[in-house]
């Protein structure tokens, strides 16, 4: 971690005590002409826009007088419905130096759950992007059970009755403003982030600015990156990961944001920027290997075997320093010799070359997944957190330490416990709250010694490190007795790279089955390398050839698992999961309720039933 640079700011000396607006502040003094935002105009082939730290100082303060002139204020809970574009990052901090609470709200919401964080955050005032977004909150502004007085729309259609964004910076100053900027204290509610429901409805996490500081100091302690890193925002803003990655951390550390509102272009923004860091969750990962697999598998043998080689390379010189060990001067030169000659210019197609810190979290990391990119010399740091964690609360890191297939050791701010059942306990400062409830209070949810119960099932080893078992609530219990992992499954049947998506069933059965869903970017490769004529996954899920392969590969997994773990029958669907299908979470996680229910027939059959 770097030291502070001189400032003019006051600042507390404890770094745990400054808020987000201090760290504005600082950055606009410290640091006026560095890039904090860029984003690409709407046009096709649009240019760039960048705002510096002394310029995004200004216009939240322009942005927060505009939203105060509405009646906006301290301790107000404010939605927002948009991508990740400017008006969403900026009213974000601008809310915060009023002192009002920022609520993101996922874009695939359904009307149900937008309804709910309405009437449970008591919000007056909801910001959202354009026409699509205004036809979902406007029947909310005449429903008497919610408080929803207003709209502010990014992209208003001529004529229409809400208020336009871009109005918001000239609307008149409010008497005694100046007072009320920037007063908040360590404390405050800095956001409530709603957790995305893979089971029953969202609930409101309430996260202080104390909370969000001690985790991002805790993250510094174990992530090693340039000072002013470049961060590609590509994730929903209402999800934890890009509340901290995209938010918190970049005015923490004064880096730069580049935002991506359309998230299956990242890879053009990573192109572009060639980042030094790159988050993803485990599916984005799995994606862009299944992408790169798909070349590989067209290249000729000789130019494919050298690249073999030169992966072997790079996971033995991971391997040694996963162990903390120096590799020997042979390996480290023969490493150094195929990442220059071989990788480098691979991932600089894809525009990883400059990645310092590759990081996951959300879910378990199949374990073909990172044994792939530990071949490109990149050890993916895997880390697992909550919501209700301010985010990271384990991680793996090339600074302290890490073990490929865990995610890592406990942060500073985060003391681990396994009880007797093996869910994972956690505790620190950087722990939540509670929940917000309909009253305005919240709900404390740790028990008397200060302990969340996560939901989560794991071990630590002789090491510390943290290995993830699976959500205490999708264990299998099988008619037999036996607990069984879905995700454990699940993992082995995704190692083959036809198969994209899977999900496991079995509650109450003598044994498991499962769906498969064919890999859209790895399917269609496979089909060409080996003379399989059909195009489409449906058309792919119905050849014999590719029934073939799958039955193989399921085979193949159930060799590396035990009697009770196997899978004796699968469906191969024909089209993939998703957030606007509604078998996905925004986050990417599996909705399991969902899938069953929606392939309920499928599932029956299976067992004959």
Not at 2 to 14: F, I, K, N, Q, Y
Not at 467 to 475: V, Y
Not at 555 to 576: D, H, I, P, S
């Amino acid at each position: 971690m770097t030291s502070a640079p001189r400032t003019t700011v006051d600042l507390p000396d404890d770094p745990v005590e400054r808020t987000l607006p201090h760290l504005l502040a600082r950055n606009a003094d410290a640091h006026p002409e560095l890039p904090a935002l860029s984003w690409q105009s709407a046009e096709p082939g649009g240019d760039w826009v960048t705002l510096s730290w002394a310029e995004v100082h200004e216009r939240t303060r322009s942005l927060a007088a505009g939203y105060r002139s509405l009646g906006v204020g301290r301790g107000d809970h404010v939605l927002m419905m948009m991508s990740n574009r400017p008006e969403h990052w900026l009213t974000d901090l601008a809310l915060v130096r009023l002192g009002a609470v920022p609520v993101s709200v996922y874009g695939t919401s359904a009307p149900e759950q937008i309804t709910h964080i309405a009437r449970n955050c008591r919000a007056r005032l909801a910001v959202v992007e354009g026409a699509a977004q205004v036809a979902v909150w406007e029947p909310l502004l005449t429903d008497a059970d919610t408080p929803l007085e207003r709209l502010v729309v990014a992209e208003p259609e001529p004529g229409q009755a809400h208020v336009p964004y871009a109005d918001l910076p000239h609307a008149p100053v409010p008497e005694g403003f100046a007072k009320e900027l920037d007063a908040a204290r360590p404390d405050d509610p800095l956001t409530v982030v709603y957790t995305s429901g893979t089971t029953g409805e969202p609930k409101g996490v309430v996260l202080t600015h104390r909370q969000v500081m001690s985790n991002a100091l805790a993250l510094d302690a174990v992530v090693e990156l340039p000072p002013h890193a470049e961060h590609i925002c590509y994730l929903p803003f209402a999800h934890i990961a890009e509340r901290m990655l995209g938010i918190y951390l970049p005015c923490h550390r004064a880096a730069h944001v580049y935002l991506c509102a359309d998230p299956t272009r990242v890879g053009e923004v990573v192109r572009k920027v060639r980042p030094a860091q790159f988050f993803g969750v485990p599916r984005i990962w799995e994606k862009l290997s299944a992408a790169v697999r798909a070349v590989l598998s067209l290249m000729p043998a000789e130019q494919r075997a050298v690249i073999d080689g030169a992966f072997e390379v790079a996971r033995e010189h991971v391997g040694y320093r996963e162990r903390g060990e120096e590799p020997p001067a042979d390996l480290a030169e023969r490493y150094a010799r195929v990442r220059e000659d071989v990788l480098l210019p691979m991932l600089a197609a894809g525009g990883l070359d400059r990645v310092t810190w590759a990081a996951s979290a959300s879910a378990p990391m199949p374990g073909e997944v990172v044994r792939f990119w530990a071949g490109f010399g990149i050890a993916v740091m895997d880390a697992w957190g909550l919501t209700e964690t301010t985010g990271v609360a384990t991680s793996n890191s090339p600074k302290t330490g890490f073990r490929l297939g865990s995610v890592g050791r406990a942060v500073g701010t985060v003391e681990l416990r396994i009880a007797d059942d093996g869910e994972i306990l956690v505790r620190g400062p950087s722990v939540f709250s509670g929940y917000l409830q309909p009253d305005g209070s919240v709900r404390p949810a740790v028990d008397a010694d200060g302990w969340l119960a996560t939901g989560d099932i794991g071990r630590i080893d002789d090491d510390g490190y943290l290995w993830l078992t699976d959500r205490k609530k999708e264990m299998i219990i099988t008619s037999t007795g036996k607990n069984v992992s879905p995700a454990l499954v699940e993992n082995a049947l995704k190692e083959h790279p036809l198969i994209g998506q899977a999900m496991v069933h079995g509650d109450h059965h003598s044994y498991l089955v499962a769906l498969l869903v064919l890999d859209a970017e790895a399917a269609p490769a496979w089909a060409a390398a080996n003379g399989v004529g059909a195009e489409g996954l449906a058309a792919l899920a119905a050849h014999p050839t590719v029934r073939a392969e799958v039955d193989r590969a399921v085979a193949a997994a159930n060799a590396r698992l035990n009697r009770t773990e196997q899978v004796k029958r699968y469906e191969l669907l024909a089209e993939e999961w998703g957030p606007a299908t509604g078998e996905l979470t925004p986050s990417l996680k599996m909705r399991r309720r969902v899938i069953r229910d929606k392939y309920g027939a499928a599932l029956a059959a299976l067992y004959g039933e």
